[in-house]
């Protein structure tokens, strides 16, 4: 397989066991680690990765997200796609 | 200045290793195994690293499967709660090893690889037989399910087969692989024109990566260390002295880099005798590069000193004999015509047989060749990884 994974609505973003979200009490911050490189994840990508629980797919992820900041389905569908593709890009999200 | 919250640790856990690579990040002059620190003092330096902020541990060496207690240690860091990444050369890595590492908490596998095949692998880690176990071990890696990282060291002797590195990366199956031109401390600097690529190499390098990058995207990582010798701008190294990153050599002694013993004067604390909080916010060799302050011209007035930082301080020690100097990899360093020029004369020419790593009787180290502003003193000669440049990155 060549090229970006493709993603869509039926995919299941999950965590690949090698990435570790973590709460860090010297940062007061939530930390995305992976092997050589850490990230900081401000507090909506920290949300929508702590959903990422290995068995909601994209869409009904988007559904809930959209309920719960009460945000248009299409923004949040849009943001959380790139999020994702992005990380997934990084090795920090397997789709 | 105060010192900034650190996000990793290199834990150094013995200059043992089976393998003689003339890269080799250790220093010229190798800690002895009766002068290691033992498991609970490891431990205990994990539980201080992670109070102090350390989010990832890199258990490395020499080779960190010599040490027994290696399972011990891999549980302590786990249970200080930090990411454990095993840095080795897999060669003595079996089955029985793995699991016992998987059971401790490990969570990802670093295996370096010499070439693509196996009689210039073997040649080049001067030990027969060692590109097949490595293969072997990183198979068993995938298997037990855990994330390898391939670490692909590229110099004058393998870079014609680096696509052959990456297709192999793919075929094991890791998710990253790390393309590391040999930074030139320790036994590399010793051994540098043995190792230079030409400037055509590295072009040819940098192209085959950035392709490679671009068709696998999403499936493989590769992260790209380029050399200095050729470069125009220095790399931030270790994300700026004394600010990001913390190394425990094997005998407890505390630096901010893995080169910087090399460096003549500096004196590094002991974790047998100090907290590493104390060594960290307030010991010497910590505090002597931290931040801008020290800086002379021309990094004091440009812009790109909260970028880079001046670059390495190992290197402007080994190349012009002042560590406070800015690193010549810097075009705006006075001696970075004369390294270009050095690296292009080294590299043209035939390479000379390697010095392996070993073991050696007294401090001497080996003349480098003349370095362009000052020769460098014998005794400046020092380790950085090449094992793993541990280059820690935040995204914002
Ligand atoms: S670079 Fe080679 S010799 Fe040095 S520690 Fe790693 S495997 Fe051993
Ligand atoms: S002068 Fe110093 S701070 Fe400026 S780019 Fe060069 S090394 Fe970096």
């Avoid at chain 2, 075009?331 to 050095?342: K, Q, V």
């Amino acid at each position: 397989m060549t090229g970006p994974q493709p993603i869509d609505e039926a995919t299941t973003p999950r965590l690949p066991r090698h990435v570790k979200l973590r709460f860090d009490e010297a940062r007061g911050a939530w930390v995305l680690l992976a092997p050589e490189r850490v990230l900081m994840p401000d507090e909506i990508a920290c949300d929508v990765l702590k959903r990422l629980d290995g068995k909601t797919q994209l869409g009904a992820l988007i559904d809930a997200l959209a309920r719960d900041y009460e945000a248009p389905r299409d923004l949040v569908a849009g943001d959380v796609t790139e999020l994702l593709r992005d990380l997934a890009g990084k090795g920090m999200v397997s789709l | 200045m105060t010192a900034p919250i650190p996000m990793g640790l290199l834990a150094e856990l013995t200059h043992r290793c089976p393998l003689q690579c003339p890269y080799c990040s250790n220093p010229v002059e190798l800690a002895r195994p009766a002068g290691e620190i033992d498991t609970a003092t490891w431990a205990r330096v994990f539980r201080e690293a992670a109070g102090l902020g350390v989010l990832q541990v890199h258990l490395s060496g020499g080779e960190p499967c010599a040490r027994r207690d290696l399972p011990e240690i891999v549980a302590a860091a786990a249970a200080a709660g930090l990411y454990t990444n095993l840095i080795t050369s897999a060669v003595t890595l079996d089955e029985a090893r793995l699991a016992t590492l998987v059971e401790a908490g490990l969570d990802h596998v670093q295996i370096s690889f010499q070439d693509a095949e196996p009689a210039g692998a073997d040649r080049i880690a001067h030990m027969p037989g060692a590109h097949a176990k490595k293969l072997a071990a990183a198979r068993l890696v995938t298997k037990a399910g855990l994330a390898l990282t391939v670490n692909a060291v590229v110099h004058r002797q393998n870079l014609d087969r680096l696509g052959a590195m990456i297709d192999l990366a793919l075929e094991l199956g890791a998710q990253r692989l790390e393309v590391a031109h040999v930074q030139y401390y320790g036994w590399a600097l010793a051994n540098r024109a043995a190792l230079m690529p030409t400037r055509a190499q590295l072009d040819r390098a940098t192209e085959t990566v950035e392709e490679a990058r671009r068709i696998h995207a999403g499936r493989l990582v590769i992260d790209y260390v380029v050399p200095d010798y050729y470069a125009t701008r220095p790399k931030a190294c270790m994300g700026g002295w004394g600010r990001q990153f913390l190394v425990v050599s094997p005998a407890g002694k505390v630096l901010p880099c893995h080169a910087a013993a090399g460096i003549a004067g500096l004196v590094f604390d002991d974790v047998r005798e100090k907290s590493l909080r104390e060594i960290w916010e307030n010991g010497d060799a910590f505090q002597r590069f931290r931040g801008t302050a020290w800086m002379p011209e021309p990094c004091r007035g440009c812009a790109h000193k909260e970028e880079d930082w001046g670059g390495c301080r190992c290197q402007a020690f080994a190349l012009t004999g002042d560590a406070a100097a800015t690193d010549p990899a810097c075009r705006l360093s006075p001696a970075h015509a004369a390294i270009g020029g050095l690296a292009t004369a080294e590299a043209s020419a035939a390479p000379p047989e390697f010095r392996y790593r070993r073991f050696e009787r007294g401090a001497e180290a080996p003349a480098p060749a003349p370095a362009p502003a000052a020769a460098a003193p014998a005794s400046s000669l020092s380790g950085i990884p090449a094992v793993s440049a541990p280059h820690e990155r935040v995204d914002p």
